[in-house]
């Protein structure tokens, strides 16, 4: 039995290590809130289309960074150890949010700034390849027996907090300030408040402690010997990020992408569509822990398997019934059963990704799967729905792009079914990589 004094300094150290997340998080989220007013002020304004592409562009730029901070940052994080790594990629996350702030626009320094922006996420980028892969293994190595689940849904529910606190200072600014107001300066105020807070994030992560299965290991392998073991697994990353597919497409969809679909697709107020944000944010953050204690008992691939086949055949419907009428009301409804899948879906797939990774590669190996998805699928899921509904004229497009990613879900889902009978006792890796890594 855990005493009492065990208990707390298990909840400190989740704590701890989410901070981090938190700012993450944050930072992207506020890109793409406001991602039509940073296109207007760092592009050239040849089409509110154009600079609203090249924005959500900038916006999935920073995705292409997460593989190579994966590589790079992942082996250090598991050679140098979990608390090490996590102090550096806030450090470069920080650096990369300022620099967006405070740059100056198109009309003052040219194309310096879109090329210092770009700059500013491909860090951006770089630091978060590893920061969820971080935070989920460090949760699952001081989660208690069979509640790892549990634990590790915390790092998603993390971020979600950093969802309702972007979602909440932008109904707050876009209530005092004017659309013009916001669209000249006042979407810089969150990137500011984002950066205030970083000595803050600081001084907690600082005292975080390292885990114990890291400190157990004799052996720290190199970067030569971590990346060939990747090499080696690479079965167990491809399945890796067709499990992420589904998580990334549908989580940037019903937050980042919610405000330019409800604002430039649907017409409605800045205010509602942060309003609506704002509840999916809460519902995620319900919604996650709960299904990761419930993968504790029941198994993960059954929750795996059940919501990515909901979303496959749900998803275009309840778009297709918003934009046939569109409105607060149908938008808060079609975004808060999206959430409620999603958080399911979530809430048992990254406990099982740090089960599906060789304990000494975990770091690596999950955070390479889980950026090899957002890169490919998930951080350009605003500028592709743009894309989709400007040529094919048809509102509900997202829902199509949204079913396509649950398949491919769902695609991995069947393939690990079978494979863990050990699952619902809080390690599906040993079948799974018996099957996979050979």
Same mark, same amino acid.
């Given at each position: 039995?855990?005493?009492?004094?065990?208990?707390?300094?298990?909840?400190k150290?989740?704590i701890?290590?989410s901070?981090?997340?938190?700012?993450?998080?944050?930072?992207?989220?506020?890109?793409?809130?406001?991602?039509?007013?940073?296109?207007?002020?760092?592009?050239?304004?040849?089409?509110?289309?154009?600079?609203?592409?090249?924005?959500?562009?900038?916006?999935?730029?920073?995705?292409?960074?997460?593989?190579?901070g994966?590589?790079?940052?992942?082996?250090?994080?598991?050679?140098?150890?979990?608390?090490?790594?996590l102090?550096?990629?806030? %450090? @470069?996350?920080? +650096? #990369?949010?300022? $620099?967006?702030?405070?740059?100056?626009?198109?009309?003052?320094? =040219?194309?310096?700034? !879109?090329?210092?922006?770009?700059?500013?996420?491909?860090?951006?980028?770089?630091?978060?390849?590893?920061?969820?892969?971080?935070?989920?293994?460090y949760?699952?190595?001081?989660?208690?027996?069979?509640?790892?689940?549990?634990?590790?849904?915390?790092?998603?529910?993390?971020?979600?907090?950093?969802?309702?606190?972007? %979602? @909440?200072l932008? +109904? #707050?600014?876009? $209530?005092?300030l004017?659309?013009?107001?916001?669209?000249?300066? =006042?979407?810089?105020? !969150?990137?500011?408040?984002?950066?205030?807070?970083?000595?803050?994030?600081?001084?907690?992560?600082?005292?975080?402690?390292?885990?114990?299965?890291?400190?157990?290991?004799?052996h720290?392998?190199?970067?030569?010997?971590?990346?060939?073991?990747?090499?080696?697994?690479?079965?167990?990353?491809?399945?890796?990020?067709?499990?992420?597919?589904?998580?990334?497409?549908?989580?940037?969809?019903?937050?980042?992408?919610?405000?330019?679909? =409800?604002?430039?697709?649907?017409?409605?107020?800045?205010?509602?569509?942060?309003?609506?944000?704002?509840?999916?944010?809460?519902?995620?953050?319900?919604?996650?822990?709960?299904?990761?204690?419930?993968?504790?008992?029941?198994?993960?691939?059954?929750?795996?398997?059940?919501?990515?086949?909901?979303?496959?055949?749900?998803?275009y419907?309840?778009l297709?019934?918003?934009?046939?009428?569109?409105?607060?009301?149908?938008?808060?409804?079609?975004?808060?059963?999206?959430?409620?899948?999603?958080?399911?879906?979530?809430?048992?797939?990254?406990?099982?990704?740090?089960?599906?990774?060789?304990?000494?590669?975990r770091?690596?190996?999950?955070?390479?799967?889980?950026?090899?998805?957002?890169?490919i699928?998930?951080?350009?899921?605003?500028?592709?729905?743009?894309?989709?509904?400007?040529?094919?004229?048809?509102?509900?497009?997202?829902?199509?792009?949204?079913?396509?990613?649950?398949?491919?879900?769902?695609?991995?889902?069947?393939?690990?079914?079978?494979?863990?009978?050990?699952?619902?006792?809080?390690?599906a890796?040993?079948?799974?990589?018996?099957?996979?890594?050979?």
């Open positions: 039995m855990m005493g009492s004094n065990d208990r707390t300094a298990k909840i150290s989740v701890r290590v901070t981090g997340n938190f700012l993450e998080m944050y930072d992207f989220m506020v890109f793409g809130y406001y991602a039509a007013a940073i296109g207007r002020t760092f592009f050239p304004k040849s089409s509110e289309f154009a600079s609203l592409m090249l924005s959500l562009a900038t916006f999935g730029a920073g995705f292409l960074m997460r593989p190579l994966a590589l790079v940052l992942g082996s250090y994080i598991d050679r140098k150890g979990r608390r090490a790594g102090i550096l990629t806030l %450090a @470069l996350m920080s +650096v #990369g949010t300022l $620099s967006i702030a405070l740059v100056p626009g198109y009309a003052s320094i =040219g194309l310096f700034a !879109p090329i210092l922006v770009v700059l500013g996420r491909l860090l951006q980028g770089y630091s978060a390849g590893v920061e969820l892969g971080g935070v989920s293994v949760l699952s190595e001081i989660a208690t027996p069979g509640h790892k689940g549990f634990y590790v849904s915390w790092q998603s529910a993390s971020q979600q907090c950093a969802v309702v606190f972007a %979602a @909440l932008g +109904v #707050g600014l876009n $209530s005092r004017s659309p013009q107001e916001m669209s000249a300066y =006042g979407w810089r105020i !969150p990137m500011i408040v984002g950066c205030c807070i970083v000595p803050f994030l600081f001084l907690i992560r600082r005292t975080l402690p390292e885990t114990e299965a890291f400190l157990a290991r004799k720290r392998p190199g970067k030569r010997e971590i990346l060939e073991s990747i090499a080696a697994n690479w079965r167990l990353v491809v399945l890796g990020t067709m499990l992420v597919t589904m998580t990334t497409v549908s989580f940037y969809m019903i937050t980042a992408y919610t405000p330019t679909f =409800g604002g430039k697709v649907l017409h409605l107020a800045d205010r509602k569509t942060l309003i609506v944000t704002l509840c999916v944010g809460i519902s995620n953050f319900v919604w996650l822990p709960v299904m990761g204690a419930l993968s504790d008992r029941v198994g993960r691939t059954p929750l795996l398997i059940t919501f990515t086949a909901l979303a496959l055949v749900t998803a419907p309840a297709s019934w918003l934009v046939s009428g569109p409105s607060f009301a149908r938008l808060l409804i079609v975004e808060l059963w999206l959430s409620f899948l999603y958080g399911s879906y979530n809430g048992a797939m990254v406990v099982f990704l740090t089960e599906l990774m060789p304990a000494h590669v770091a690596s190996g999950f955070s390479i799967a889980y950026s090899l998805a957002t890169a699928f998930g951080g350009f899921t605003p500028m592709i729905c743009t894309y989709l509904i400007e040529t094919t004229k048809n509102l509900a497009i997202p829902g199509m792009w949204l079913s396509f990613a649950a398949a491919i879900g769902l695609t991995a889902a069947l393939i690990t079914r079978g494979m863990q009978a050990t699952t619902s006792a809080g390690d890796s040993a079948p799974v990589n018996a099957v996979l890594a050979g």
